[in-house]
């Protein structure tokens, strides 16, 4: 069972250069997140597709641009990298809160992302 | 304002020895979701555990449980006989109603020692 599969699952950049996150998911689950966490705060959301076609800005949002390509498919673009972006990023899905608010988000096993 | 606050230092546990993780929230919604999730130093994110703000009893997974007191707004974990690969960094999460979005505490770092 694949679950939610990130690539890459590493990467280096220069400031400046541009980027694109790939994230899919297999359970069929109508909303997805993208995450960044840096040491010592946690996750923080950056943006958030709550189904098909929708996405809403999270908490972190500056710099970041999102598609929903498709059910399956959630993609983050940083467009001109910063150092302050160097951090792990996790994309993340699950069922849609209203039909079972109990169902967890499931996790990609993340992108360390550096930003030089 | 922070939704989550984990501020306990690295915790070390003994071996077969519970361990007590604490969460505290800060919400006006009476109706919520909390999550416990696990990160060992691999790094990915495994859920544990789930408390609904109207559940009557408090959440049992295995060897996790949460001590829920809802008029205190804390949601603790507790560890039932540690093991080593126990050791990692816990996260806790809520989910306000009809919100899609999880905040996130900043975690607790356990390490077992045998």
């Known amino acids: 069972n694949a679950g939610v599969t990130q690539t890459p699952k590493f990467q280096v950049l220069k400031t400046g250069q541009s980027m694109t996150l790939q994230c899919a998911q297999d359970?069929?689950?109508?909303?997805m997140y993208w995450y960044r966490q840096d040491p010592g705060m946690g996750l923080r959301l950056i943006y958030y597709?709550?189904?098909?076609?929708?996405?809403d800005k999270g908490e972190v949002p500056n710099g970041y641009n999102v598609s929903r390509l498709n059910k399956r498919e959630f993609s983050l673009r940083l467009e001109s990298a910063a150092p302050s972006q160097t951090s792990v990023y996790f994309c993340?899905?699950?069922?849609?809160?209203?039909?079972?608010?109990?169902?967890?988000?499931?996790f990609g096993d993340g992108t360390r992302l550096s930003i030089l | 304002a922070q939704k989550i606050t984990q501020t306990q230092p690295g915790m070390f546990v003994q071996e077969k020895e519970a361990v007590t993780l604490d969460c505290t929230y800060d919400?006006?919604?009476?109706?919520?979701?909390l999550f416990w999730y696990k990160q060992p130093s691999s790094g990915e994110m495994i859920f544990l555990i789930y408390?609904?703000?109207?559940?009557?009893q408090n959440a049992t997974e295995g060897r996790y449980s949460l001590n829920f007191q809802k008029a205190r707004k804390s949601a603790n974990l507790v560890i039932s006989a540690s093991q080593l690969g126990d050791s990692a960094m816990y996260f806790c999460?809520?989910?306000?109603?009809?919100?899609?979005?999880?905040?996130f505490g900043k975690g607790n770092q356990v390490v077992v020692i045998p």
């Open positions: 993340a899905s699950s069922e849609r809160v209203r039909r079972d608010p109990s169902q967890p988000q499931h």
């Open positions: 359970m069929n689950h109508n909303s």
């Open positions: 597709s709550a189904s098909e076609g929708t996405t």
């Open positions: 919400t006006s919604d009476p109706s919520y979701g």
């Open positions: 408390q609904g703000s109207y559940d009557q």
């Open positions: 999460a809520m989910r306000e109603d009809g919100n899609n979005r999880l905040a």
